[in-house]
């Protein structure tokens, strides 16, 4: 069994590829894999060569060491990239929740080889005193599977899709699969206080997207649109109207656009 460590020299990762054109780099939120992306890829790769990462510990991916702490794993997902790519190679980067940590990281160290970024329900803001989401433990359910799909089916309500009717069953495939495959905890990434020391780096151009029902945007939206500015004061913000916090999956289409109108502005 192949372990990542901090001193892993180049960690290779699992992830989906499709398309042609410049690179662009999907990182996907917490207990999640490259599903979270499934609505988004086959947009974006009429124009980019995508590539769908299951970060380390999650999904396909290696597994990493329980102990690592949230700066080395922010490292190591670094290292991953250019193990990828190549050291040399430039790409386009768009991440999700804990996923958008990791791709503030990466922007702020990569520099000029980032050619634009997009954060989807932003974290990375310090731990979220006082929030409530309602979830359930997925080890309640034991053995009964029938139980773990209505736990999953709960927990995506709680947090990820405020409009029960956008709860499918792919959705509840997908969330159930992620859950199992969970490996490393993404809190110790997502839930650091560093944005505000990485967004200021940020040389690219940064667009954010929010759902304007993304219960995570805590203590709101607001504010949290708020704290962004004070980092980064000339960022492109998009708001999804009913949008939830994995909106590229309840308002894919509108997410798709907002995407491609961003990133292929910048291509010119």
């Known amino acids: 069994m192949i372990l990542l460590t901090a001193q892993t020299a180049r ?22 894999s490259w599903n979270h992306w499934a609505r988004n890829i086959d947009a974006l790769a009429e124009h980019y060569t995508v590539y769908a990462i299951d970060h380390p510990g999650y999904g396909d991916s290696p597994d990493v060491d329980k102990d690592m702490s949230g700066d080395d794993y922010r490292s190591l997902v670094c290292r991953a990239i250019d193990t990828m790519l190549g050291e040399d190679a ?3 980067l768009t991440g999700f929740s804990f996923g958008s940590v990791l791709s503030s990281c990466i922007a702020a160290r990569f520099g000029e080889r980032v050619k634009a970024l997009s954060l989807i329900g932003s974290s990375g803001y310090g731990k979220p005193e006082g929030r409530d989401i309602g979830t359930r433990s997925y080890k309640s359910a034991g053995e009964d599977e029938a139980m773990f799909r209505e736990i999953v089916r709960n927990n995506l309500l709680a947090f990820m899709l405020t409009n ?3 709860i499918d069953e792919t959705a509840i495939d997908y969330h159930g699969a992620n859950v199992r495959r969970t490996r490393f905890d993404s809190r ?14 940020i040389t690219c151009p940064l667009q954010i997207i ?25 960022f492109r913000l998009d708001i999804v109207e009913g949008g939830s916090h994995w909106t590229m999956y309840d308002s894919a289409g509108e997410v798709n656009r907002l995407l491609l109108d961003f990133h292929r502005k910048i291509d010119g």
């Open 11 to 32: 960690p290779e990762v699992a992830f989906k590829r499709k398309g042609s054109g410049p690179n662009y780099v999907l990182l996907h939120g917490g207990m999640g």
């Open 90 to 92: 430039s790409f386009h």
């Open 164 to 166: 029960p009717d956008s």
């Open 188 to 201: 110790k990434v997502s839930w650091g206080d560093t944005q505000r020391i990485d967004l200021p780096r």
């Open 210 to 234: 929010w759902g304007t029902n993304d219960i995570t945007a805590h203590p709101s939206l607001d504010e949290r649109i708020a704290l962004v500015r004070s980092f980064k004061p000339d």
